[in-house]
């Protein structure tokens, strides 16, 4: 069995693999936006001695797509500007983005509290713990937030370690032991630590700057309604720009799934054990089982949740793939996510043969502590 190391080292790998991978496409589609405006060039006529542009029939030829390729390549000036564009859409994108991902922020737009000064047991529990787990990641204690909802989650925002925050659920604090909630908020100062906002935003950014070929082509043919050449083109280019987004987006999704990864396997390092955390999806996945029943009612705050999955611990269950999705198979991989039982399988391997080892079935009743997390616990009990 993989140690909480070698599960880290996989994870990093993986990343930087699929890192690569989506800077290969940006710059593919780089590549291939130049080439198609250098063939509208020639297309139009604004390229040539003869100023007529070329017939249609030269449009198959590969004489006419050389010609595009090599004017791609001396950079003509609309070359330039389109670049130009793609490059500011970037930019900007990084730093909004990035101004807005202050953690105090996040958390507050998601109508989430600051614990200063605790008023119920639990939360001095939290506090404990958050503390607990900072000395172990040795890094300064974030901002603690609660988030008023009944569902077991938890999120961490922030770009840097000193706008850092750490959010828990309601749900989170009221049906989680002392050792789950550890387990998930080690989970979350992986995130800080391992640099997963900034992550996050330089890949959001470099989206931006693959949606910016679309509106490029929702503009020629907007501008150009008469002229059924250029018409032609924006279309080319808006089937070329949201063709990368959804490619770009898979590869994001890829990437967000293998930090969740590393954040797990981070988190028993920070906590020297694997039941906390275990325990803690579990019991998240028996929620979401009683949330599709009908047994469980969505908290108000579960809509913000929904529209900021990406920071939650677990997807919030109310986070449905849309029908083409579903479809077409693509909802695996546009999840932001692993499969709940697919990350239990890494950080406790045999945990299908704990649980059918108990006597007591393994079920979720409000603050009460059954399933893996009891029988694990009771193992220890007994064995002590």
């Known amino acids: 069995m993989q140690n909480f190391f070698q599960h880290q080292d996989v994870a990093r790998f993986k990343t930087a ?3 690569t991978l989506y800077v290969g496409l940006i710059l593919l589609l780089s590549l291939g936006v130049v080439v198609l405006f ?7 006529g604004a390229i040539g001695d003869s100023g007529q542009g070329v017939s249609y029939a030269r449009l198959v030829t590969v004489a006419f797509w050389r010609d595009a390729f090599w004017l791609a390549l001396t950079m003509h000036p609309v070359i330039w500007g389109i670049m130009v564009i793609m490059i500011l859409t970037s930019v900007i994108s990084y730093l909004r983005l990035g101004s807005s991902a202050a953690g105090a922020k996040v958390a507050e737009s998601m109508g989430a509290r600051l614990i200063t000064t605790p ?7 939290l506090m404990n713990i958050v503390q607990e787990v900072a000395l172990a990641a040795g890094v300064p204690v974030p901002g603690v937030y609660v988030l008023d909802d009944p569902m077991i989650n938890a999120f961490a925002a922030g770009k840097r370690m000193d706008s850092a925050v750490v959010a828990v659920t309601q749900g989170a604090l009221d049906q989680l032991s002392r050792a789950e909630l550890q387990g998930v908020i080690a989970h979350e100062f992986s995130h800080i630590t391992n640099g997963d906002m900034t992550l996050n935003i330089r890949v959001l950014a470099l989206l931006k700057g693959l949606m910016a070929i679309a509106l490029i082509g929702e503009l020629l043919m907007r501008g150009s309604r008469r002229d059924a050449r250029i018409v032609l083109a924006g279309i080319l280019l808006i089937i070329l720009g949201w063709m990368g987004v959804w490619a770009g987006r898979m590869v994001q999704a890829a990437v967000s799934r293998q930090r969740e990864h590393l954040a797990d396997a981070t988190a028993i390092q920070y906590t020297r054990s694997q039941l906390g955390i275990a325990g803690a999806l579990r019991k998240i996945s028996l929620q979401n089982g ?7 009612k969505k908290g108000h705050s579960s809509v913000l949740m929904t529209a900021n ?3 939650m611990f677990s ?4 986070v449905k793939s849309g029908f083409l999705s579903r479809a077409t198979g693509l909802g695996k991989w546009m999840s932001t996510h692993p499969d709940i039982f697919e990350r239990l399988d890494r950080v406790l391997p045999d945990w299908r043969q704990r649980e059918a080892s108990q006597v007591t079935p393994a079920v979720v009743k409000g603050g009460s502590e059954e399933g893996v997390s009891a029988g694990l616990r009771e193992e220890k009990k007994a064995a002590g």
């Open 17 to 19: 693999k699929l890192l």
């Open 38 to 44: 250098s063939a509208l060039l020639i297309f139009i």
């Open 119 to 125: 008023d119920h047991p639990s939360e001095q529990r």
């Open 290 to 296: 009683e949330y599709s029943a009908g047994r469980q």
């Open 309 to 311: 999955s990406h920071f």
């Open 315 to 318: 997807k919030p269950f109310s």
